[in-house]
C-alpha cells in the first residue's frame, strides 16, 4: 500500500444471515482525491459505507485507513462514535439525518462536540466559564459561521434546520460533517433530491473540500453527471462484488459497467449514459 | 330572502350532522351509564345484595351529554376551523409580548416575596415549599425527559435515595445537613448511573418500563432491608436544618435567642422555605448553563436524531449516563431537603403516584422549557390545593382541566425551544420541529 492512499478496503466482506451484500471487495481511496462508490440499486453500495464508518461490523475483511502523519488505523476494530472521533471519518446520511428541532448553527456546534468537551474540561471548567472554555467557544462559532458561509446559510443561521429548503438540508450536513474536521469525508449520495442547479451547486463546494481543505472524499452518487464530473477516480459494484475500478472515462466506457449498471441492454445502456452525461 | 337562502342550504347538512354526532355520543353515555349510574347495588343489612334501578339519573345523563355535544360542535362552529390564525390586534400581539417576558421576573420576586407578604399563613407557607419542591423535581426530571429524551418513570427512586441518605447519615453519625446535601446528591448520582448501565440499549416504551421497574425496586428494597431503613415503620427523628450550625429552636443557643428577637415556629418554616427556593433556583441555573455547553446540546442532538449523534463522534453511552447522573443528583438534593422538612420518612413517601406526577409536570410544562415546569408545578400542585373546596369532584374537574390543556396545547404550556446559541438573533423554534426523543 503506498502513502497516497487514505483509505485501503481488503477482502471487505458483510453478510446478514444468508444474504451476502458485500463480497470480497478491496479498493483504495486517494488523498485529496475524490473516490466514488456507484452501483445499480441494492449493489450494497450503503452497506460499504456502514461498514467503513463503523455502524456494521464487517463478517470480514480490513479496512486501513493511513493519516498523513503515516499513522495507520485498523478501522474494523473501532465502533460507531470513535470512528469519527478517533480515525476522522465523517459521513452524511442517505435520508437527511440532520437535528431538525435545532438551528443551523446549533446543529454545526454538535458537530464540535469533541473538540467543546476538551475546552469545557469535561463541563466543569465550562460551568465556571473558565475563559479558556469562552475562547474555543468562540472559535468553534467562527468555524461554524465559515461553513455556513461557504453553503451559502450564513443567513438562516439561527434558523431551525428542519425549516430549511431539502437542498440546504443536504448542504448544511454536508457543512456539519465538515465541522468534525475530517480526513476522510463519506457522502451517502449528497445530489439526490437536488435539481440540476443545485447539483452543480454541490459539485463545486465538494471539488473545493478537496483542494482547499485537502479532505478526501469517499462518494456514493447515482447523478451520472456529478460523479463524472468531480471523481478522480470510480468504483463500481454489483450485487456485492466489485465489477471495475478506474478513472472515470475508462468507466463510462466499460461495456460491463453499463451492461450492469443500466441493465442488459448495453446500446441502449450507453444512449442513455451519454444523455445523461 | 333570496341572500339567504344559500347560506341555510349550507347549514342544512351542518344540523343534520351535528344531530347525528349528539345521538352517537348519547348512545355511548347510555351503555357506558347504564351500569354505572342506572343500577344501584349495595350491601343489605344481613349481607345480601340488593339493587334499585335510577332511570331518572340515567335519563339526565344521557340528555345532558346529547345537549352537550350540540353545545360544543356549535362552539366549534362558532370559532372556526383549528388551527386559523385570529388576527389579533399589533398592540394586544406587543402586550403580549411584553408579558411573556416579564412573566418568569415577575414570579421570581413574587416567590421571593412570599414569605414576607403571607407570613401568618402557615398553611400558604408550608404550600409554597411544597410547589418549590416539586418545580425542583419537575427541572431535575426536565433533565433526562425534557433535554436528553430519555423517558423516566422512576425518577422517585431518586427522590428516595436523597432522603434516606440524609435520614441514615445524619441519624446514625449525625452529620450536619450542609455536609449531607452534596453527599445526598452524588449517592443520587451514582444510583442514577447505575440504573443508566442496563438502560442504555433500550428505548422508548421499553426504557420507560425498565425505570419503572427500577423505581419500585428502590421502594422495596426500603421496605424490606428492616435493620438498616427500618422498612415501612421509616426513619423517624430526622435532625432539621441549622443555619450554618445555628438550630432554629427556642433554646438559649437558638437563632432567635442569638438575633435578640422572640422565637416563633415560623421562623423555621420561613427558612425551609428560602433554602428549597435556593435549592431550586440552583437547579434551574445549572441546567441553563449545561444547555449551553456541548454536553447539553449533546443531550439536545441525542433527542433529535441518536444515529446522527454517533457519526459525529458524539459518545453516546457517556452522554446518556451523564443525562441520568445530573437529573438524579437534582432529585437527590430535592429528598435530603424533603428529609429534613418533614422530620420524618417512609417508603409511602416514594410510590409510583410521585413518579407519574413529576412527569406529569414536565409533560404538562413542555418539554425542556424551565418556565414551563416551574406553571406546570405551580398550576398542578397548587391547583390541586385550589379545588379542595369541590371534595369529592376535585379530582374529575382536576383530570378535566388537564384534558383540556393537553387538547389546546398538546406540547405543553411552553412548546417551543429557545435555541443556545445564536448569530445574530434568537428565534424560537417551533415545538412541531423539535423531536420528543425515542428513549
Known amino acids: ?32 482525491k475524490i473516490t466514488a ?62 437535528f431538525p428541532g435545532m438551528t443551523a448553527l446549533e446543529n454545526l456546534m ?120 468531480i471523481s478522480d477516480h470510480v468504483v463500481v459494484l454489483d450485487y456485492g462484488v466489485k465489477i471495475a475500478d478506474g478513472s472515470p472515462q475508462a468507466i463510462r466506457d466499460n461495456p460491463k459497467v453499463i451492461a450492469a449498471y443500466l441493465g442488459a441492454d448495453e446500446e441502449e445502456a450507453i444512449a442513455v449514459m451519454e444523455s445523461g452525461s | 330572502m333570496a341572500a339567504l337562502a344559500p347560506e341555510q342550504a349550507s347549514r342544512a347538512p351542518g344540523i343534520a350532522f351535528i344531530l347525528k354526532k349528539a345521538l352517537i355520543s348519547a348512545l355511548v353515555a347510555l351503555v357506558l351509564f347504564s351500569l354505572m349510574i342506572g343500577i344501584r347495588t349495595e350491601a343489605g343489612p344481613t349481607g345480601q345484595l340488593i339493587w334499585w334501578t335510577r332511570l331518572g339519573d340515567l335519563a339526565a345523563m344521557v340528555a345532558a351529554v346529547f345537549g352537550g355535544s350540540i353545545v360544543v360542535e356549535l362552539l366549534r362552529q362558532w370559532w372556526g376551523p383549528v388551527g386559523t390564525v385570529r388576527i389579533v390586534p399589533p398592540k394586544v400581539q406587543s402586550g403580549l ?40 423535581l419537575g427541572w431535575g426530571l426536565n433533565v433526562v425527559v425534557g433535554l436528553a429524551g430519555l423517558l423516566d418513570l422512576g425518577y422517585v427512586a431518586f427522590y428516595a435515595v436523597g432522603a434516606y441518605s440524609y435520614a441514615l ?20 448520582a451514582f444510583w442514577g448511573v447505575l440504573l443508566g448501565f442496563p438502560v442504555l440499549r433500550l428505548r422508548g416504551d421499553y426504557l420507560a418500563i425498565v425505570t419503572l421497574a427500577f423505581g419500585e425496586i428502590i421502594r422495596l428494597v426500603i421496605i424490606n432491608w428492616q435493620s438498616l431503613t427500618g422498612g415501612p415503620n421509616g426513619v423517624t427523628g430526622i435532625p ?75 459518545n453516546t453511552t457517556t452522554t446518556k449516563l451523564t443525562a441520568f447522573a445530573t437529573g438524579a443528583m437534582f432529585g437527590g438534593f430535592a429528598g435530603a431537603f424533603f428529609a429534613t422538612r418533614q422530620g420524618f420518612i417512609s417508603p409511602e413517601s416514594f410510590t409510583f403516584q410521585e413518579s407519574a406526577l413529576v412527569l406529569a409536570i414536565v409533560v404538562l410544562g413542555g418539554m425542556g422549557s424551565q418556565l414551563g415546569v416551574a406553571l406546570a408545578a405551580l398550576a398542578m400542585i397548587g391547583g390541586f390545593e385550589l379545588f379542595r373546596g369541590l371534595d369529592q369532584y376535585r379530582m374529575l374537574v382536576f383530570g378535566m382541566a388537564m384534558v383540556l390543556l393537553m387538547i389546546w396545547r398538546p406540547r405543553g404550556l411552553i412548546g417551543h425551544r429557545a435555541p443556545t446559541v445564536f448569530l445574530r438573533h434568537a428565534q424560537a423554534i417551533s415545538s412541531d420541529l423539535v423531536k420528543e426523543g425515542h428513549g
Request: aromatic share 8%.
Open chain 2, 97 to 136: 409580548a411584553v408579558a411573556r417576558k416579564l412573566i418568569a421576573p415577575v414570579l421570581l420576586i413574587f416567590t421571593f416575596l412570599v414569605p414576607v407578604i403571607f407570613y401568618e399563613q402557615r398553611y400558604i407557607l408550608d404550600l409554597g415549599i411544597l410547589v418549590l419542591t416539586y418545580v425542583m
Open chain 1, 110 to 229: 454538535v458537530a464540535q462536540h469533541n473538540a467543546l468537551m476538551r475546552a469545557s474540561g469535561f463541563t466543569f471548567l465550562g460551568l465556571i466559564g473558565a475563559p479558556g472554555y469562552r475562547a474555543a467557544e468562540k472559535h468553534a462559532i467562527d468555524l461554524a459561521r465559515l461553513w455556513l458561509d461557504r453553503i451559502g446559510l450564513l443567513e438562516r443561521a439561527d434558523d431551525a434546520a428542519g425549516n430549511l429548503p431539502y437542498g440546504d438540508q443536504r448542504r448544511l450536513e454536508i457543512a456539519r460533517a465538515m465541522c468534525t474536521e475530517p480526513a476522510l469525508l463519506c457522502l451517502d449520495e449528497p445530489a439526490a433530491g437536488l435539481n440540476a442547479r443545485e447539483s452543480a451547486a454541490l459539485s463545486e463546494l465538494l471539488l473545493s473540500i478537496r483542494d482547499d481543505h485537502g479532505t478526501s472524499i469517499l462518494l456514493i452518487e447515482h447523478d451520472m453527471s456529478v460523479v463524472m464530473e
Open chain 1, 1 to 32: 500500500m503506498s502513502e497516497r492512499d487514505i483509505l485501503s478496503v481488503e477482502g471487505l466482506s458483510m453478510r446478514f444471515g444468508g444474504i451476502v451484500a458485500v463480497n470480497d471487495l478491496s479498493f483504495t481511496a486517494q488523498r485529496r
Open chain 2, 169 to 188: 447519615l445524619a441519624t446514625n453519625f449525625g452529620l450536619s445537613f450542609w455536609v449531607c446535601l452534596p453527599l445526598a446528591g452524588i449517592l443520587a
Open chain 2, 240 to 314: 432539621r436544618p441549622t443555619l450554618f450550625g445555628i438550630p432554629l429552636s427556642p433554646g438559649d443557643d437558638g437563632l432567635a435567642a442569638k438575633l435578640g428577637i422572640e422565637f416563633s415556629p415560623t421562623h423555621r418554616i420561613v427558612f425551609l422555605f428560602y433554602l428549597i427556593l435556593a435549592l431550586a433556583l440552583l437547579t434551574n441555573w445549572v441546567t441553563i448553563r449545561l444547555r449551553r455547553l456541548p454536553i447539553g446540546r449533546a443531550w439536545e442532538a441525542l433527542r433529535e436524531d441518536e444515529v446522527a449523534c454517533r457519526a459525529l463522534g458524539i
Open chain 1, 37 to 98: 462508490l456507484i452501483g445499480p440499486n441494492g449493489a450494497g453500495k450503503t452497506t460499504v459505507f456502514n461498514c467503513i464508518t463503523g455502524f456494521y461490523k464487517p463478517t470480514g475483511g480490513s479496512m486501513r485507513l493511513t493519516h498523513e502523519n503515516g499513522q495507520a488505523i485498523q478501522l474494523e476494530r473501532l465502533n460507531d462514535f470513535r470512528i469519527s472521533k478517533l480515525a476522522k471519518v465523517a459521513r452524511t446520511f442517505q435520508n437527511i439525518r440532520l
